[in-house]
């Protein structure tokens, strides 16, 4: 129940202010006077033994003399009073608390997380929901209630244009930064949460709280890390399910970023790929920056999204549509030209110096003649070939009311995506335009960036209509087998497995190995080549010997018995010498694999999403161009296929440079499995490597593996 | 002289209008009105024979009827009238002419095209500087010369802003536009002048003519397409040498935004990449949109640059500060450790929950102590190992007069580069704090990215004090032999050497080329082999072969004589078949060149900016991860460095698993020489490509050569 009451922290209908003051110079005493501003219609409560009364409201010494119920209550006190007051809330029945204080675990020190704990588990043990401590609150301007101390506040004259939006921030000056960027750009949200320590009420929960009781058309929230993968992923999955988008801003890119955000906040970091991949997966749309933000929200508001990434362009300058037109490109949207009977139409109203292809360029034309901008626009409405139309103005003093009734009119008449790009625009056209609904930026290059976003929104949501299957394989009985091998393994006290024994596993599973066999003598190892069929390939088994090429011992391409007795003895002094008291159970000979390319599979534990599965193309791209695609388990097959795609050198595998194209279907059959048996076993197995991977033009084969055991 | 006159262009003692009108909606009016409304103190004279008078300005029926001389004239006429007009303004003595008219080449049609190079000519013929045709013209607020129609100048009410700065753009409309965004930013250019159909003065000439005159400290440029690749490299000479920083906004980044410029305004548009290798050559840093124009020409405008990438950040949240830290390693900037002393007096004045680390968090404490900010900020500008600092304040309304003065009285005590991004800020900060020279943002994520663009341009002025060397071989009698044996080529009509012809050329020009011989017989291969010594490589020699591998006429790694005679006619019989009529002098028997990178050096010819040399990773790289570097001939030694550092796949050079770092020195020479032969030729080579070009330890070798000659 992890939206269980949180109604009663977002709009209370009573609110004890514990620590109140009647001086805004106190952070308990701001929130009084500021639900007093924005007119909040609850009933408002200064606790505060000083105090008979603050202004017009009577002052209580303590909770216990306050008559009657209390909903919610803010804690404003010392760091070391918090707990004592904590108690008096759940004492009193209150449901919600926002505490304000600082000087928990955010401080690093011993004893600040000492009392962050207790207060966890208050929370835990009452069920009383608590927001921060270490917050700056809540900012409700659509149910009128602001519980903060924020002093942005005083500036906000305009929160009548609060949108169907909320904002969730663990970073609470910088979040509250972000919200007076967005009133001070002539819009804001409707809501504002700063989540900050976490001890019970996590940005997912609100998350699930807005999506629940239907209050937003978008969300966005301000990250620097997830605590809670199961609340996170629910969330995200409710928020897609109603076609809720979310735009995510995420800090810790950099490994020195991701440094001092532990620092910060104490927040668990996962790895930032990581992030990336949950985001992709579960349709989150990631911004690079607070201004990429404010544009998503700014133009997803609208309700609808691009339904394709084939967009048409229309301007009052030549010169804008070609700089446009370049950054659609940039940013991987296509600008086709137009139907021809559509340009027919277009060459009939436009000047003779403007353009039909797309771009159409209008040309300063518009000033004499405004009303073609109408008449275009009906026409690019009516194109099959076009998914989005932007249309960008320039100037134009004293044209605003005329297109924004324009645009309003064509928005009317055509589901298609339409946003407005108004460059050095009149005063307030831009916030006129908004207030009816018209989706608009100012900057063009920002436009652009924009659109790409909405447009993978909702490619996201499209695609993932297969629903994911965890632990599919559980309750067959080959699994039930292989995890009893494992267990023995563990029980031995073996928590790296070798090659032969990691590939006998991924065989059992399902996974394709090349034909091979162990041997402990040279005739053997002939018996074995000879029915496997040569070319093959020799290789040490020892669990004491992991890197084999770099230990020398491997031996590839073997085409006859005539060097047999060479190599095998070659390879087994290699190995005492490379580690004279190795464990060697013998030579692996094993079919060689032609003509194939070579990928990389791996699993990876992170310490808040679980496993993540990696895939990369082998030999020197993986690490030579980082060349490689992640998510997180469990994962579709849309989401494998969209991971061989991300690889850089992916052409490798379609056929390149004449070669047939690989088993591509073989492949995200492997890759599936791999990830499906890293969760069946997900309580046994820490890490798993498939390298390399071969991929041929008829099925792949695992031509080495390791797998790692959980101690 | 390509500045000849331009100061009558730019700041006329007297200008005609020449189709003057009374009315601001013709646009023979406007820039009468404008002339009037900023005070331009030349004459104006309106030249129509429909007026006695407009306004308080007498009107003359022509220009032979206005008694003295006149130094520039506006034409506004419809295109047909512009020839005479401009004949008329020659035989008065006028120096220099704006057209505003259009209708000529920009329209595509022939009649357009023919009525421009008339006016070229006569422009040429005349010495009279003609801007334009179809240009917006233009702005001059820092001698208040407004010779424009544009209907933006209205609103502009703070032209008093206006900056020791220029925008040069060949676009008009959008041009205007963003010189109004500049405007509507609170600060704005000096200078604005469209050159738009450039039949005389172009971008470049007015880059000289503001550089020469010392006008102004920071330079824009919108760029479609340069026009006279000299003129333009020695304007960028010119501002290098004055360290005037240039930022230049080039379209065309796509083919489709090509083709579009193409069709805009007739430019003839050179390949993209090589604009971008023309600007890093030669210090102008290239945004990538009009933002970034914007935010470079802000914070480039103090004149002090950071000497090194190493930043430090102090905000009043935490989270900024990670954030900031996050763009700054996306942006290749290091956030280094500050020295343990000044962490030490830091930790003095910071509060508890403050960081002294970089990033230095003054945290919400800046509220009650202000001053906190001096004390922080003196400390860290006297950081030795700082470049930068970034000071990122939020909110704080009320604070603005306080932190200006800080940040004035540090600025004044360092030398480090400072600015500050000041995010949803009081009403007036952000204009108060430049008017007073602080460079000042808003937003973080874009005071990175142009802090980057700084240092950009900073490493650029500051590695080039290499002159640059073209033709540095021509005296040579070496180069006269190998001139006579390109011409004889030539005079045979052969135009493609084949791989023997080249590489001799290229052995003579001093580029090591393995061993090797030409064989037309088995017996003279094996002879040829045994001196060289094996491995050998064996390849077809005949001109009318240039995919000698697809072809299948390579044979590597022959081990001894014993395969020669099969490897020999299998070579002959595979080029008889891929080609019956093949012209085949021989077979080539080469030294095996083993443990080498293989890289590819080329040239391409440029239509704007002649011949090009690039480089590349060999093997699949260049296709596969377009991994290749391109630059402007002639190139110096710190150009041929950068360009291997820019390879992503550099690292193979330097050593890569293991294997001994490539010989770089020897690389970086052979690329100089090729390009020095490119330059050498250029009246006889169009394009030259050595692939691969073994790097090994110790030394390069040409593997395989091609030359193609201009026929």
Chains 1, 2 share one sequence.
Not at 39 to 64: A, D, E, T, V
Not at 311 to 332: H, L, M
Not at 598 to 604: D, T
Request: proline residues 4%.
């Amino acid at each position: 129940m992890s939206t269980m009451n949180l109604e009663m922290l977002f709009s209370p209908k009573s609110v004890a202010i514990i620590g109140a003051s009647d001086s805004t110079s106190k952070i308990g005493g701001r929130p009084i006077s500021y639900l007093q501003k924005f007119h909040y219609n609850g009933q408002i409560i200064p606790i505060n033994p000083k105090y008979q009364n603050i202004g017009s409201l009577k002052c209580y010494p303590n909770l216990q003399s306050v008559p009657g119920d209390i909903e919610a209550a803010i804690v404003a006190v010392p760091s070391h009073k918090v707990l004592l007051e904590l108690q008096n809330c759940a004492a009193k029945g209150i449901k919600a608390v926002i505490v304000f204080s600082s000087g928990f675990a955010e401080t690093g020190t011993d004893e600040g997380k000492a009392m962050q704990t207790q207060i966890k588990q208050l929370s835990q043990k009452s069920g009383m929901r608590i927001l921060g401590p270490n917050c700056l609150g809540i900012i409700n301007f659509m149910e009128g209630f602001t519980g903060t101390f924020s002093t942005s506040l005083p500036r906000i004259d305009n929160f009548q244009n609060a949108k169907r939006s909320a904002f969730i921030t663990q970073s609470g000056a910088f979040g509250i930064m972000i919200h007076a960027l967005f009133y001070g750009e002539g819009q804001g949200f409707g809501y504002f949460v700063n989540t900050a320590n976490e001890v019970d009420v996590q940005i997912a929960d609100c998350i699930s709280y807005f999506v629940e009781k239907d209050l937003v058309d978008v969300l966005a929230i301000y990250c620097e890390g997830v605590r809670d993968k199961s609340r996170f992923i629910s969330a995200l999955t409710k928020a897609r399910e109603k076609r809720i988008p979310i735009v995510a801003a995420k800090v810790g890119v950099s490994e020195l970023g991701g440094g001092a955000a532990n620092l910060h906040t104490g927040a668990i970091a996962g790895s930032d790929e990581v992030y990336s991949a949950i985001f992709k997966q579960y349709g989150v749309v990631r911004a690079v920056d607070t201004e990429a933000v404010f544009d998503f929200v700014t133009l997803a508001s609208i309700g609808r999204f691009p339904k394709g990434r084939r967009i048409a362009i229309i301007t009052n300058s030549g010169g804008a549509g070609v700089f446009i037109t370049d950054k659609c490109v940039e940013y991987g949207l296509d600008v086709p030209k137009l139907p021809v009977l559509i340009r027919a139409e277009l060459d009939k109203i436009l000047p003779s110096f403007g353009s039909s292809m797309n771009p159409v360029d209008c040309t300063g034309q518009l000033i004499n003649e405004p009303e073609l901008l109408e008449r275009a626009l009906s026409l690019l409405a009516e194109a099959e070939n076009i998914d989005g139309i932007i249309v960008f103005i320039g100037l134009m003093d004293g044209y605003e009311d005329t297109f924004i009734a324009t645009l309003q009119k064509v928005l009317q008449k055509t589901d298609k995506y339409l946003a407005l790009s108004w460059m050095a625009p009149p005063a307030e056209a831009v916030e006129k335009a908004r207030k009816v609904g018209i989706p608009t930026l100012t900057d063009p290059a920002r436009m652009v960036r924009t659109i790409q976003m909405l447009v993978e929104y909702n490619e996201s949501i499209e695609s993932t209509t297969e629903a994911l299957k965890s632990n599919s394989h559980r309750n067959n009985g080959k699994i039930v087998n292989i995890r009893d091998r494992i267990e023995a393994y563990r029980k031995s006290g073996r928590y790296i497995l070798s090659e032969y024994e990691s590939k006998a596993i991924l065989k059992d599973y399902g996974i394709p190995v090349p034909i091979s066999g162990l041997a402990t003598g040279v005739d053997e190892a002939v018996k074995i080549a000879e029915e496997i069929g040569y070319p093959i390939v020799m290789k040490i088994e020892s669990p004491d010997i992991l890197h084999k090429t770099d230990a020398k011992c491997v031996k590839i391409g073997i085409k006859d018995s005539s060097e047999f007795s060479k190599s095998f003895s070659g390879i087994l002094e290699n190995a005492f010498s490379y580690k004279p008291d190795a464990n060697v159970l013998g030579v692996n000979i094993q079919e060689q694999v032609s003509d194939s390319v070579e990928i990389i599979v791996g699993i990876k534990q992170d310490p808040v999403f679980g496993p993540c599965i990696m895939l990369g193309m082998g030999g020197i791209m993986v690490e030579l161009i980082k060349d490689v695609s992640l998510r997180v388990l469990p994962i579709t097959h849309a989401d494998v296929k969209k991971m061989i795609s991300e690889l850089k050198t992916s052409k490798l595998l379609y056929g390149y440079r004449g070669k047939p194209a690989a088993d591509i279907d073989a492949l995200v059959d492997v890759i599936m499995r791999f990830g499906e048996m890293a969760l069946d076993f997900e309580d046994l197995v820490s890490e798993m490597e498939i390298n390399p991977l071969f991929v041929t033009q008829h099925g792949v084969m695992a031509g080495d593996a390791i797998i790692s055991l959980k101690e």
